[in-house]
């Protein structure tokens, strides 16, 4: 008997090790606006769960979006993300399918979305703006928040500490019954960067921020009533964000960005093969930046903008018959601007339509076909100006000829009106770029034709091979660009602005292309993870004065992402390590300047105990303490260009559930 029990022991630990866990189905809603299963979706979705963003460590968006292939986390100063060559103002950022308050009416800062409340995280690469509207050209990412479980009380927390003096801090609770439900939960990352001592011209000793200091504070609620058509729910949240950084040695400058954000969401079920939903919201971000002087120890106001916008949306859904889903919408936003900038306050309003069907051929699911359009009109600014309409056309197709088998194709036009930002903004962006950003009031909107090919093959049942390209062929491409070069000293007004460093406008490029692809490996099993991937991106313009195509600058052309996630059989402990590699980035086509390259490897490891309830775990970031292969055009290593003087950052945590 005692030979029979070890036998069986040693089988159940093999299966236990090699076979793959039976997972249930993974519920997205990107791809149409609907709930879907992530295995019968047209659409490419990429999702990210919150176990894997655990397990990465990062505590904000933007630190999960960096160990994305294919997806660019660039500074300027706050993170926004970049797509297939687009940049953050074209990747339209959502919670719970409802857009995120860009930066002053342009890129979404990512860095200022902790993920403590996260769920999950679904992301659409390629135009989507049939469904989501201009800013979409890029792709969507939809960040889904967690839901109490009904019946009873939820609660997590978790305390983390960082060798480079950074604590993070989160807290939740939830209660559900089958009435309502009540969520509130918050988040504070306090990261005290690295201060130097120095001396400065006027033979001061000063504190300078070799690294900045950074502050993230965020509370979400969320309060919901189950009624008997559906669900009615109330939300709202506040973010603060303060980044303190040095620019030379007599300057540098403290940000303050303030989110407030809030509104009402309804889903009424009309009956199986129907559903009304929709949305109203008003989101609100203040953003002010000081100028703080050294040398004489003062402090001064140097920008103020306050950018606002409300935004309602309806849809209808219907299935009347198997084969088909039908999608109807309506979109009412709109936009205001104040800032220190300009006198007056500056807005715009966008009213849409659209509609797509999901054609499932002879429901046999097999074969099907997702056409889409959308019509959006944006009245005049102002009497000079022109009223803008746009018909906005989609089409998808995903074939399965096997079960393990699914390849996808996609055709979308993008369109992009110029954002409040890019029209009106003027911003002095300081070091490492130290640059005079000026808004451009003559921009006009810009169109693209996206095309998406993709196929995904099950190797095996834990093997998957996924490979996928993309080309956009964009007219008119806002973007920005250096108009003058005037070195000189630190400003001291809006006058000294005037004739500082250099300046940057936008511009409309006539026409330009994005085009490039990925190849990722994955294997998941039960208790061995692995991934591998490539991505390439091209990106250029036509400098038509010599009819010649030119590059692009800020894009990632070369990626290599790597991941080996393995939970120690017996002691049960999950051990984890992530490599990240980007290539140099083209800084200046002109000058055929470029940054280092970036590499990035960092480790994980983390146990359970009572039940999965208690989490204690530990991390080692930037393993190689900043060994690359290239230096910048300028003889900058990673370590420089970046600012990573922290070196390798050790942290510990512990998370409690219930």
């Known amino acids: ?37 992530i295995e019968e979706t047209v659409e490419a979705v990429e999702v990210v769960s919150a176990e894997e963003i655990a397990e990465m460590g990062a505590k904000t968006v933007a630190e999960v979006m960096a160990n994305i292939p294919g997806v660019v986390i ?96 989160e807290a939740y609770i939830g209660y559900a019954n089958d009435l309502f439900g009540l969520s509130l939960g ?54 603060n964000s303060l980044l303190n950084m040095s ?38 971000l203040d953003y002010d930046a000081d100028r703080i002087s050294y040398s004489y120890g003062t402090t001064s106001a140097d920008s103020y903008n306050l950018f606002r916008d409300m935004e309602g949306e309806a849809r209808f859904s219907w299935e009347p018959l198997i084969s088909h889903a039908l999608l109807f919408g309506v979109n009412a936003k709109r936009e205001a601007l104040e800032s220190d900038s300009f006198d007056a306050e500056k807005s715009v309003i966008m009213l849409s339509v659209f509609t797509q069907d999901t054609w499932n051929i002879g429901g ?60 009106y903004w003027f911003f002095f962006h300081p070091a490492p770029y130290n640059f005079l950003l000026i808004g451009n009031p003559n921009l006009t909107p810009e169109t693209s034709h996206g095309f998406n090919l993709s196929g995904d093959y ?24 250096i108009t003058d070069e005037n070195p000189g000293s630190a400003p001291n007004s809006s006058e000294e602005m005037q004739n500082f460093i250099y300046k940057r406008s936008y511009r409309n490029v006539g026409r330009a292309i994005t085009a490039g692809g990925d190849v990722s490996l994955r294997y998941n099993g039960s208790r061995l993870k692995t991934a591998l991937t490539y991505n390439y991106t091209l990106a250029k313009e036509l400098e038509e004065d010599r009819d010649t195509w030119i590059e692009l600058a800020s894009r990632v052309p070369h990626q290599v992402s790597a991941s080996v996630s393995y939970c120690i059989p017996v002691i049960e402990t999950t051990a984890q390590a992530r490599v990240n590699w980007n290539a140099p980035q083209l800084i200046n086509y002109a000058d055929k300047t470029y940054t280092p390259d970036y590499l990035m490897v960092n480790l994980r490891i983390g146990k359970t105990f009572f039940g999965e309830k208690l989490e204690i775990y530990g991390g080692v970031q930037n393993v190689l303490n900043n060994i690359h292969f290239v230096k910048s055009t300028g003889n900058q290593t990673q370590e420089d260009y970046y600012g990573l003087r922290d070196g390798i950052i050790l942290s510990i945590g512990a998370g409690f559930t219930w």
């Open 1 to 37: 008997m005692g030979l029979r029990r070890l036998v069986l022991f040693i089988i159940m630990l093999v299966l236990t090790i090699f076979l793959p866990a039976q997972e249930a189905p993974v519920m997205v809603v990107s791809g149409a606006k609907v709930a879907q299963d």
């Open 74 to 169: 660039y500074e300027h100063p706050q993170a926004t993300v970049m797509m297939q060559g687009f940049e953050g103002a074209y990747v339209k950022v959502l919670i719970d399918g409802m857009e995120i308050t860009g930066d002053t009416g342009g890129a979404t800062p990512v860095n200022m979305i902790p993920v403590s409340d996260i769920e999950r995280i679904e992301i659409i690469r390629g135009a989507s703006s049939v469904l989501y509207g201009s800013d979409a050209m890029g792709g969507v990412i939809n960040i889904i928040t967690k839901k109490p479980d009904k019946g009873k009380v939820s609660a997590r927390l978790k305390e983390e500490f960082a060798s480079n003096i950074r604590n993070y801090s």
């Open 186 to 239: 918050g988040s504070f990352d306090w990261d005290n960067g690295k201060i130097v001592q120095k001396r400065n011209t006027r033979r001061q000793t000063i504190d300078l921020y070799e690294v900045p200091a950074a502050r993230l504070g965020a509370i979400r609620a969320e309060a919901s009533w189950y009624h008997p058509g559906g669900e009615l729910a109330l939300y709202g949240s506040w973010m």
């Open 247 to 284: 620019v030379d040695m007599e300057n540098g400058y403290d940000y303050m960005n303030t989110k407030i954000e809030g509104g009402l969401k309804e889903t009424y079920r009309l009956s199986d093969f129907a559903m009304l939903d929709g949305f109203f919201s008003y989101r609100q």
């Open 364 to 423: 046999a699911d097999k074969f099907r076909i997702v056409p889409g359009l959308r019509f959006d009109y944006r009245p005049p600014k102002d009497s000079e100006e022109e009223p803008i309409y746009k018909l906005s056309p989609k089409l998808s197709f995903r074939y399965d000829p096997r079960e393990d088998l699914v390849l996808r194709l996609s055709y979308g036009m993008g369109f992009k009106t110029p954002s409040l930002k890019q029209n």
């Open 458 to 481: 099950s190797v095996t049942g834990e093997f998957t091979l996924s490979a996928g390209a993309f080309f956009n062929y964009i007219f008119d491409m806002i973007d920005d660009y």
